[in-house]
C-alpha cells in the first residue's frame, strides 16, 4: 500500500489537475473562458429552476384526437383489407367509434371478418344484415388508447427539451390528461412553446395517380393536403392510410446535399423492410413525404429504395434542419398540445437559495478543516487537502456532464464534504491503532491502510446503492440530490484512497519520521 507506481502518482496528478481546471468556470468571471477551443475547460453547472428561476408549464394532451385518428386508421385499414381480398366496399362510413360497410361479394365476408380480428385495432365485430359488417373500437381499447398517448408525450417531451439527459428538467404528469414541464432558466419561453407544440408527425404516403384539379371530387381513400411553400403550395392527393409511419425512424440528422441544407433519416429493419417493399411496387409514381398534415416532398420513386435511409430535402435553413431533425429524433407527439398555465419563475428565491448554499458549504467545510486538523494533526491537514481537491473534481464532473444543480443538490454536495473525510477517519484510526500496539512509521501506515480497505468499500457501497436507486426512482430535485451524491462518493473514495495516501508516501520519504504523529 506504501509502493505507489509511477504511473499511479502520474494519474492522480493529471486527475487533480484537469479537476481543479474544469472547475474554475464556475468561480471565476463569465467571460474568462469565451474564446477556449471545443473541450477545454469553460463549462459552468447548469443551475435549476429553484436556484436561477425558469419556466412552469401546465399542458393538456388531447387526447380526443388522438382517439379519432383510431377510426380513421381503423377506416383505411378496413377499406385495404376489402381491396386486397377484391371485394369492392359500398357505402363505407364511420359512425363514431365505429366503421360500417357493405361489401359486394358476400363470399368473402367472413375471410375479410378474420383479416380485421387479426389486425392490430381492439374491435368488436357485429353483423349488419346481408354483406354488411359493423366494425367499433372497444372501450378497453381506447382507454389502452389514451394511457399510451400521455406515456409517449412524456418521452417525447424530455427528449426534445433535453436529448442528452443531463438537465434536471421536470416532466411528470397531473391528472388523467395533463403534464407540467418546468424548465430552469429558460432564456426563450416562447422558444421552448413552440418546440413543445409542435407535432412532428412524419409520415409517407403514395399520391394517387392523377394530377390534383382544383374543384374535382377527391377519390375515395384520400385525403386532401396542402404541399408546403417549398412546394409553391400545390395540392396532392395522397393516400389515407400510411404506407410508412415515422415511428419507424431510427436516426436523423441535418447534412448537406449538393450544398444545400437537407436532412437525412434512417429507417429501422422493420422500416426499411416496408419501405423497401412500397418503393418497389410503386416506381414511376410520386411518394409524398408529410409532416403534420403538410407535404414538405413528393419526390417521384426512380428505383426501389432498399437501403432504408433517405433524404427530405425543401427550402430549408441551417435552422429549420437541426429542429426539424431533433423532431424527427424525439418522435412525433401522439397528439396535439395545448397550454393551459404558463408561469415564469423569476431567480429572486434562487439567489437566496444560492446564498444560504454557500454559506451553508462554506461553514461545513470549515468545520471539516478544523476538526480534521485538531484531531489529526499532520495526518488531518492531509486530508484536509484532499478533501478540497474532491470538492474540485465534483464540480468539475457536474461541468462538464452539464448536469443540472438543485437546491437538493446543494444539500448532497455538504453532505459529501462529511462523507470524504470519513474514509479518512478509517484509516487515521486504524493507523494509530498499529502506532500504539508498536509497529514502526511505515507497518503501520501500511497496515491502516490494508485493515480499513474492506471497509470503506462496503460503507460507500452500500451508499451508492442507495444514490442509484434515488437517481432511477426518483424525479426532479431527487435526482439531482442523488447525481451529486454519487459522483462525491465516487470521488471521495478516490481522493481518501489515492490523493491523501500519495500525500503521506511523499512526507515518509522526505521526513522518515520516528514516530507518527498522530
Known amino acids: 500500500m506504501i509502493n505507489i507506481s509511477i504511473f499511479q502518482r502520474i494519474t492522480v496528478a493529471v486527475i487533480c489537475i484537469l479537476g481543479v481546471l474544469y472547475a474554475l468556470p464556475n468561480v471565476l468571471p463569465e467571460n474568462t473562458f469565451e474564446d477556449v477551443p471545443e473541450g477545454m475547460p469553460g463549462k459552468t453547472i447548469n443551475l435549476g429552476l429553484d436556484l436561477r428561476g425558469g419556466l412552469h408549464l ?26 386486397d381480398e377484391k371485394a369492392f366496399p359500398k357505402g363505407l362510413k364511420s359512425v363514431g367509434m365505429a366503421v360500417e360497410f357493405n361489401v359486394s361479394d358476400e363470399s368473402k365476408l367472413e375471410q375479410i371478418r378474420e383479416r380485421i380480428y387479426k389486425s392490430e385495432f381492439g374491435t368488436s365485430i357485429d353483423s349488419l344484415g346481408s354483406g354488411g359488417l359493423r366494425v367499433e373500437i372497444t372501450e378497453e381499447a381506447i382507454t389502452e388508447r389514451r394511457t399510451d398517448v400521455i406515456q409517449q408525450a412524456l418521452k417525447i417531451i424530455r427528449l426534445r427539451l433535453d436529448p442528452d439527459g443531463t438537465k434536471e428538467l421536470t416532466v411528470q404528469q397531473q391528472g ?37 384539379r382544383n374543384g374535382q371530387r377527391k377519390p375515395a381513400g384520400y385525403l386532401d393536403l396542402r404541399g408546403s411553400e417549398a412546394e409553391g403550395g400545390q395540392r396532392y392527393w395522397v393516400r389515407r392510410l400510411v404506407d410508412v409511419g415515422g415511428d419507424r425512424l431510427v436516426d436523423a440528422q441535418p447534412t448537406f446535399e449538393q450544398n444545400r441544407p437537407v436532412i437525412s433519416f434512417r429507417f429501422d429493419t422493420a422500416g426499411a423492410q416496408k419501405f423497401g417493399r412500397v418503393t418497389t411496387r410503386n416506381v414511376g409514381r410520386l411518394l409524398a413525404i408529410v409532416l403534420d398534415n403538410e407535404v414538405i416532398s413528393a419526390p417521384r420513386v426512380n428505383e426501389p429504395i432498399t437501403g432504408g435511409s433517405g433524404i427530405i430535402s425543401g427550402q430549408f435553413t441551417v435552422e429549420e434542419t437541426q429542429e ?46 478544523v476538526f480534521m486538523v485538531v484531531i489529526y494533526g499532520r495526518f488531518g491537514l492531509m486530508a484536509d ?46 493507523i494509530r491503532e498499529e502506532t500504539l500496539a508498536g509497529r514502526s512509521p511505515i ?52 481522493t481518501a484512497i489515492m490523493v491523501t495516501r500519495l500525500l503521506i508516501v511523499f512526507w515518509l520519504k522526505r521526513s522518515r519520521p520516528q514516530t507518527l504523529p498522530i
Open 58 to 83: 401546465l399542458m393538456k394532451v388531447e387526447t380526443d384526437v388522438a382517439v379519432d385518428e383510431m377510426v380513421g386508421n381503423l377506416e383505411g385499414a378496413i377499406r385495404q383489407i376489402i381491396r
Open 176 to 212: 388523467t390528461e395533463r403534464i407540467l414541464v418546468q424548465v430552469p432558466g429558460a432564456d426563450d419561453p416562447e422558444e421552448i412553446k413552440r418546440l413543445l407544440s409542435t407535432t412532428a408527425k412524419l409520415t409517407f404516403h403514395l399520391v394517387h395517380p392523377e394530377i390534383y
Open 324 to 369: 426539424l431533425a431533433l423532431l424527427l429524433r424525439a418522435g412525433a407527439l401522439p397528439a396535439p398540445m395545448s397550454f393551459l398555465e404558463e408561469r415564469t419563475v423569476g431567480p429572486g428565491l434562487g439567489a437566496d437559495s444560492v446564498e444560504a448554499g454557500k454559506n451553508a458549504s462554506l461553514l461545513g467545510l470549515v468545520l471539516v478543516i
Open 385 to 430: 487537502v484532499a478533501l478540497l481537491f474532491n470538492i474540485a473534481i465534483i464540480f468539475a464532473l457536474l461541468s462538464v456532464l452539464q448536469a443540472t444543480l438543485t437546491l437538493p443538490g446543494i444539500a448532497g454536495i455538504v453532505l459529501t464534504m462529511g462523507m470524504a473525510v470519513d474514509a479518512n477517519v478509517l484509516i487515521f484510526e486504524r
Open 443 to 494: 507497518n503501520a501506515i501500511e497496515a491502516g491502510y490494508k485493515r480499513a480497505l474492506t471497509t470503506i468499500i462496503d460503507s460507500n457501497l452500500t451508499t451508492l446503492i442507495a444514490a442509484v436507486l434515488l437517481f432511477a426512482f426518483g424525479s426532479g430535485p431527487i435526482k439531482g440530490f442523488a447525481v451529486t451524491l454519487s459522483i462525491g462518493i465516487v470521488t471521495s473514495m478516490f
